[in-house]
């Protein structure tokens, strides 16, 4: 039987997620915990944590990621800047205690992307440290599809660069709050709408995103989109911009490096998708697994 030897928590800003951990990682036991954004400060984020670890030996030491280190968690973790080692994400990590107990929570990342705009990460630089953990890979890709969509690039064990892409939100925005949709759409899927609004973003390299978008709402008009269909088009053409611009701010295909997902399943294949429209080769990995891989490799790092 595993011996627990430290608690790993991915701490968001609307959901936080707490493991008992053996020191190979494996998982012991699950808890939850409410979002930063729904706590009332510091004390309130400090209460709910050692309120979701009651009954957990005192000693072992948690080792956190995300918006619990932000200007509204618990602490104020920092940014480290990049190019940064993998390695040196578990090693800046802030630590204090609490009632008895060691914490650890890890710095996020900034940089001056590659279109010369500042940038910052909080929580997926965890997941790159553990998706790197999982491959064994000290160069590749990774994609990070969610609300703020992250695209990094490690090279030699080090994350040179990132940009992010509103992509998730942009498509929430548009749904509740324009007439693109008329309504609450349909879920998206993986299929000829979503492909359409991928090509019709490939085959126009001149045309911005803000031109290409009204296309939602001209091709129900027109009566060759069905309205059922209007979400999944709309998402091929976010997620094929977002891939575009990608492809060409990390130079993807001429480096030819390995491109890892790293999200839940859904979001990973209309990524995968529009990736494969671009001629670019993708693999998935699981966002939960890659975290916790990284919070992991961050324990022993911090030992």
């Not at 948690?62 to 578990?90: F, H, K, N, R």
């Not at 309504?183 to 359409?196: E, I, L, M, R, T």
């Not at 492809?247 to 839940?264: F, N, W, Y």
């Amino acid at each position: 039987m595993n011996t627990p030897a430290f608690i790993a928590g991915d701490w968001g800003t609307t959901h936080a997620r707490l493991w008992l951990c053996a020191e190979d990682g494996d998982i012991l036991e699950s808890r939850e915990a409410p979002g930063v954004s729904q706590l009332d400060g510091k004390a309130a984020v400090e209460a709910a944590f050692l309120a979701a670890v009651e009954g957990w030996d005192a000693a072992l030491p948690a080792v956190l990621c995300g918006m619990v280190g932000s200007t509204i968690g618990w602490a104020d973790a920092g940014y480290q800047d990049c190019p940064c080692p993998l390695e040196a994400m578990g090693g800046q990590a802030l630590r204090f205690t609490a009632q008895g107990r060691a914490i650890a929570i890890l710095p996020g990342l900034r940089a001056r992307n590659s279109f010369g705009l500042p940038d910052v990460m909080r929580g997926e630089e965890t997941q790159i440290f553990g998706a790197a953990a999982i491959g064994g890979e000290r160069s590749f890709v990774a994609a990070l599809p969610g609300t703020h969509n992250k695209w990094a690039l490690v090279e030699n064990g080090v994350v040179t660069s990132f940009h992010t892409a509103l992509t998730g939100e942009l498509y929430d925005a548009i749904a509740r709050h324009t007439v693109l949709l008329g309504g609450k759409p349909a879920a998206v899927s993986p299929g000829a709408a979503f492909d359409a609004g991928v090509e019709a973003v490939r085959s126009n390299p001149a045309a911005g995103l803000e031109s290409l978008v009204f296309s939602v709402r001209a091709r129900q008009v027109a009566g060759n989109l069905p309205r059922e269909d209007a979400g999944s088009y709309l998402s091929g053409l976010l997620i094929g911009a977002d891939v575009r611009s990608a492809a060409a701010a990390l130079d993807l295909t001429r480096k030819g490096l390995p491109l890892r997902i790293i999200c839940s399943e859904q979001l990973a294949t209309l990524y995968a998708r529009a990736l494969a429209a671009f001629g670019l080769e993708s693999k998935p990995l699981s966002g939960a697994e890659t975290v916790r891989a990284g919070l992991q490799a961050a324990h022993r790092a911090l030992a």
